[in-house]
């Protein structure tokens, strides 16, 4: 299968698949729940549409780091403090992503209810287990994850409370983008593809 030209990376159906991605990730921002968040959801997403598998690593990748730009932003410091203080723990979280983006490649053509609830808990579940290990990796340089000193079974313990909201948002999420798609598809025939 070849890659679609860059003529086509402009056409509509990337484009929607784009926007309703950063729509997704200003989500982000608000942040009134630990954990609660679309960014499985997104990359899901991507995987299962882009039809272009650079744009669908690279659209959710990007827009993530941006809203992590803007997060260190609203709350008072700067990136580059931010980013160096999380360094490894941002960087798993971009891994996962990437990781997440994969798995949505299995969905493409083969989105249904069932497969999507599937993906969404595995990419939940995936995200959990593999933050969580490099949080324990790293607790020493993260003074308040005292749980994680004593060992890694207590920083999963510490880390589930955390865990439900990320299954709800990652569901929740799936459902508004994969769902908002389907309606757009049946409004705009170029939207109908397989991948967009």
Known sequence: MTQPTSSSQLSPGPMVLTAMIVIAALARLPQFLPNFSPIEA??????????NRRLAMMVPLLTI?????????LHGGTFSAYFSAYLPQLLTVYACVAIC????????????????LGYSLGGSLLF??????????????IPQ?????????????AAVPFFQWTVLSTLLYAALL???????????PVLRAQTV
């Open 178 to 188: 994969f769902g908002g798609f389907a309606l757009l598809r049946r409004r705009l």
């Open 42 to 51: 997104m990359a899901l997403f991507g995987g299962a549409y882009f039809a």
């Open 128 to 141: 959990f287990v593999v933050t969580n290990f490099v949080v324990w990796l790293t607790a020493a340089s």
């Open 65 to 73: 780091f941006l809203s992590d730009v803007a997060l260190a932003l």
């Open 145 to 157: 994850y005292t749980a994680c000193n004593a060992g890694l079974l207590p920083c999963y313990i």
């Open 101 to 116: 983006t994969v798995l949505g490649f299995g969905l493409r053509g083969r989105v249904s209810g069932g497969r999507l």
